[in-house]
């Protein structure tokens, strides 16, 4: 079973500070998906990410995937208390299932 | 946009109870999935189902679950005889192929509780 470990856990910020989550993993990973889930919902997708190196915005979030396609980080401009929410990165194998990470609970404070 | 659906959005049942969950996919999509979710825990993929057969499981999905698409349009997850530890939500997901991005796309879940 593939692992996925986000750091940090939980996160609770300013408004307008600019903030990293980290997706790490031993295994490798043919592509990466971050997705975020509000309290009673299901995940939603923000973005994929399949290239070693790739990296890709959306507004103020940028995402990257590591060279080595084993580990991903997500970093957010300005936060705003819209962004408040649980994240989670997913590693898919080019098999049919995702492995999603512990999450990372992030809370921005007005 | 089209999105998965999920009914109903909480179950509850007696444990030994059977159950079945119902989830529209998105229409043009060939890949589903179920994934599980216990009350502060990750996310769990339970099974993947592709031209109307299984196509991978987890250590989960023993012989108390079941995956069925009785139609052109629902997918179906059924419990046979519900235990405790089966308390969790329940997500339905699809995606448009088995593509190396492997994008896939949530229902809203549904919470099932066993008593």
């Known amino acids: 079973t593939q692992l996925l470990e986000q750091s940090p856990q939980f996160l609770s910020i300013q408004e307008g500070e600019n903030l990293t989550v980290y997706c790490n993993s031993s295994s490798v990973f043919s592509s990466l998906q971050w997705y975020r889930q509000e309290p009673g919902e299901g995940p939603v997708l923000l973005v994929t990410?399949?290239?070693?190196?790739e990296v890709k915005k959306l507004k103020r979030l940028t995402f990257q995937f590591g060279d080595a396609r084993k580990d991903s980080s997500l970093h957010i401009t300005a936060a705003q208390p819209g962004d408040t929410g649980l994240y989670l990165c997913?590693?898919?194998?080019?098999?049919?299932?995702?492995?999603f990470g512990t999450g990372t609970r992030l809370t921005v404070i007005p | 946009e089209p999105e998965v659906t999920q009914t109903p959005s909480h179950q509850v049942t007696q444990m030994g109870q059977e159950v079945i969950l119902r989830c529209v996919p998105i229409s043009n999509h060939l890949y589903f999935y179920w994934y599980r979710q216990i009350l502060g825990q990750k996310v769990e993929f339970l099974v993947s189902?592709?031209?109307?057969?299984?196509?991978?499981k987890s250590e989960i999905f023993d012989d108390q679950f079941s995956v069925e698409r009785p139609d052109g349009s629902n997918f179906t997850l059924k419990i046979r005889s519900t235990k405790l530890e089966d308390s969790a939500m329940y997500f339905c997901?699809?995606?448009?192929?088995?593509?190396?991005?492997?994008?896939?796309?949530f229902g809203p879940g549904t919470r099932l509780t066993v008593l």
């Open positions: 189902f592709y031209n109307n057969e299984i196509s991978e």
């Open positions: 997901a699809s995606s448009r192929a088995r593509e190396v991005n492997n994008e896939q796309f």
């Open positions: 997913a590693g898919g194998t080019g098999a049919n299932n995702l492995f």
């Open positions: 990410v399949v290239t070693g190196g």
